[in-house]
């Protein structure tokens, strides 16, 4: 069950019942999600272009970034927090809401077990409301004792996670499959920071890589399994990643 955010505000009016989130989490719209430190955040730039990419394409309307950030500002004021995970749902009209909860911790994610299911995500380059699909899959490999769905298609080819990004190591580049998938904050910095390419990848190619690993607005974790090939923690790899991830300058929400 979801533990209900701290705060919740509409086009910058508070919100009293926090029983929205659920309603907030469906229908037709896209979101973001981040995590502030001491009213900075990482990739901050990035998010606001996302946001304001999205809402062109599903609305035809622009969203500024500085009307974002106000809003983020005023949630996390009224809030009282300067460290939060956050989260902004943009809906029809370029109507805004943003969630502020407790932060995600910080350091290292712990290894994670994943299992492949057979499923892309519609219009995966937008991080749409309402997923079903992923959340079901999601669903079905937690309740199978693993830590995260692996999305492929009939054919074997990976996408993504359901609520992941996941990048390959052939002992040269991180390999981030080219299918179809959402670009992540995460996987943008990192791949601007390391060497990074894009291609193919499949189940069948799996055993050819040295290490795996996963990222998303909380976490980077090493993958230890994906079904029955199992990958090694390479502590060198994830010391480079999280080495990279960290010196990104973080940009703060109030201008």
Known sequence: MT???????????????????????NGFGHFTAMQVRDGRVRGLGAHLARLDRSTRELFDRELPGGRVRELIASALAAAGRRDASVRVYVYGGARVAVT????????????????????????AHIKHLGGFGQAYHRAEALRAGYDEALLTSPLGEISEGAISNIAFWDGTSLVWPSAPCL?????????????????????????????????NARVIAPVTAIDGTGFAVDEELMARVRAAYDAVEAEAVAG
């Open 100 to 123: 502020v909860a407790l932060p995600a911790p910080d350091g290292p994610g712990a290894p994670q077990r994943l299992t492949a299911v057979d499923y892309w995500r519609p219009a």
């Open 3 to 25: 533990t209900p955010p701290e705060h919740i505000e509409i086009d910058g009016a508070p919100a009293a019942d926090p029983a929205l989130l659920a309603t907030l989490m």
């Open 183 to 215: 670009e992540g904050i995460t996987m943008t910095l990192l791949s601007g920071a390391l060497e990074s390419v894009r291609r193919p990848v499949t189940r069948a190619d799996l055993p050819g890589y040295r290490a795996a690993l996963v990222t």
